[in-house]
């Protein structure tokens, strides 16, 4: 294959040692090299990717090389039938990397006759309308200011809900992340914009469904990274690393990944363009200001608050952090929880349970102690009215089909579903004692113990949070908790607002009262309470070392 020249000109910038790159674009090379640039059956369409280069320099912005580099890829095809070979580009970048501006002259470009292709609608989705509309108003202005004698709008008519081609009958339309009031194209490309914010793949799933009617259909995910841990995003990451590892060969996802390697990588300036590569040298005027700006953010973090440095962490170098004077572990410590069971038959377990209300939630579980590792096993019911009155981020049907919880239809969770799956438990596991609240604990009381149940109560939860805080602590730290594969559980935990009083003591709450709960987390806590008094490092036990 003849590589594309700003693709060559991008990698020898690295290997020369010009500029820093994150460790995600080292692996790029390395996938592009290994199962892309040396294949015979692809070719760089130049032709059409130098028309947008002019098209973009001359309308919009000077291109740097490492957008040059990106949308070459995006008119690479196959030989053999002339569609694209990557169709999805994850575009993962720093605030300030000009995601939205390469955008708004590639969609421009796609609806042009530059682009060569009838019809071929955009649309570009987000969580609200103000960032929807970030890309279609720069469009949009850049069209308008080229006057009414301009190439520009005798090529295009705009207004402010979307731009038509006037020659290919193309459009441009912009939509909120409401599958419902989707309005339905024939699209030929789709721009999810700010992915960070997407809690699942719903809206994806609509506007993915709707391509394929058009010649090269492709999308675009576009994002820095945010504060919505479990939700779609991470999905995305996850997919990334494994096509950068070669794991997926047959998914043909570009993937250009901007961020620090380590936290520790934010004093020294220079390491800054891994995150943003704009910050490359040499730098543009844009680049420079901008870099200013972010330096006297910068300095400012000595005396500014721990979520200062989380949210500069975050979007100015997209490198995710968790301020842990408000979170009860980091996500990376959370999905560390997913590990599979071990063994657990024959070892002793302490029941929690907690629920807030029976109108919405209740959980349940049992927790083991194997070695130096906590082991929460946990089932919740939900009630069926709570749901249809309340809007639900979480894939919560999902998790249902997958066994994590039980929607009830009842005016109020029967207490008879708790009794039965501690019976059930009792049954494979032995556990007897259960460690409750006392708030609601009257509602259970008599129902558990007529099964011979024993119950412990905690007569103000709050206070035993200070207590086991540091144990908490330690135990996510040192990944020391199991949980399987829950994301029921991932969710409950990631929910936890953890509240420094006056006195230093800490109180875990919720960070959203009604949609962000933690029922999950706190019957966790619960058991966590009683677990030096009942649960024992049991040793396993080996016929052969009985002598007959």
Not at 241 to 267: P, Q, S, Y
Not at 351 to 362: E, P, Q, T, W
Not at 517 to 523: R, V
Request: proline fraction near 3%; aromatic fraction near 14%; charge should be negative.
């Amino acid at each position: 294959m003849k590589i594309n020249k700003h693709v060559t000109y991008y990698m020898n910038q690295y290997e020369a040692g010009q500029i820093k790159v994150s460790k995600y674009l080292v692996l790029l090379f390395s996938y592009l090299k290994k199962h892309v640039l040396n294949r015979t059956d692809l070719y760089f369409d130049e032709v059409t990717h130098e028309r947008y280069i002019k098209f973009t320099e001359k309308n919009y912005f000077e291109l740097m090389p490492f957008q040059k580099f990106i949308t070459a890829f995006v008119f690479l095809y196959y030989k053999t039938g002339d569609y694209p070979f990557f169709e999805q580009f994850f575009l993962y970048k720093a605030r300030g990397a000009g995601k939205n501006g390469l955008i708004s002259s590639l969609t421009n470009f796609f609806i042009s006759d530059l682009h060569g292709i009838d019809n071929y609608n955009v649309s570009i989705v987000a969580n609200s309308e103000e960032q929807a509309k970030t890309s279609f108003n720069e469009v949009y202005n850049v069209i308008d200011l080229d006057g009414k004698g301009g190439v520009l709008q005798s090529l295009f008519h705009h207004t402010k809900s979307e731009i038509n081609s006037r020659t290919n009958k193309s459009v441009l339309k912009y939509h909120t992340s409401n599958a419902k009031t989707k309005d339905s194209l024939r699209d030929g490309c789709v721009v999810y914009d700010e992915v960070h914010e997407y809690e699942d793949s719903a809206i994806v799933d609509v506007f993915s469904s709707g391509l394929g009617k058009v010649k090269h259909s492709r999308e675009f995910f576009i994002t820095t990274d945010g504060f919505v841990r479990g939700g779609y995003l991470d999905d995305l990451k996850e997919r990334a690393i494994r096509v950068l590892n070669g794991e997926a060969l047959e998914d043909h996802l570009f993937v250009f990944m901007a961020t620090l390697d380590d936290e520790n990588e934010l004093d020294d300036e220079t390491n800054w363009q891994k995150a943003n590569p704009m910050f490359h040298e040499p730098m543009s005027e844009y680049a420079k200001e901008l870099f200013r700006k972010v330096k006297t953010q910068y300095i400012a973090l000595t005396n500014s608050k721990p979520s200062a440095k989380v949210r500069f962490m975050t979007k100015r170098m997209n490198t995710p952090a968790t301020d842990l004077t408000a979170s009860v572990a980091t996500w990376d410590e959370i999905k560390a929880t997913i590990r599979p069971f071990p063994k657990l038959t024959h070892r002793t377990a302490v029941g929690g349970l907690d629920f807030a209300s029976i109108r919405d939630f209740a959980a349940v579980g049992l927790l083991f102690k194997v070695g130096d590792d906590y082991v929460w096993k946990t089932h919740s019911f939900i009630r069926k009215g709570f749901l249809d009155n309340v809007e639900m981020k979480p894939p919560i049907y999902d998790w249902e089909k997958e066994g994590f919880l039980t929607i009830v239809d009842e005016p109020v969770i029967n207490i008879k579903h708790i009794v039965d799956w501690f019976i059930e438990m009792r049954e494979l596991y032995g556990v007897n004692r259960i460690v409750a609240d006392t708030f609601r604990l009257d509602l259970v009381k008599t129902a558990l113990e007529a099964e011979g149940f024993e119950l412990i109560y905690i007569r103000n939860p709050k206070a035993i949070h200070s207590k086991l805080a540091p144990r908490v602590e330690t135990i996510f730290a040192n990944h020391n908790i199991i949980f399987d594969d829950n994301p029921l559980m991932r969710w409950y935990t990631n929910n936890v607002y953890v509240k420094i009083k006056k006195d230093g003591n800490k109180e875990y709450l919720k960070k959203d009262e009604v949609r962000r709960k933690t029922d999950g987390f706190q019957a966790f806590i619960h058991a966590l309470f009683e677990a030096d008094n009942v649960l024992e490092e049991e040793e396993d036990f080996y016929l052969d070392e009985i002598s007959f």
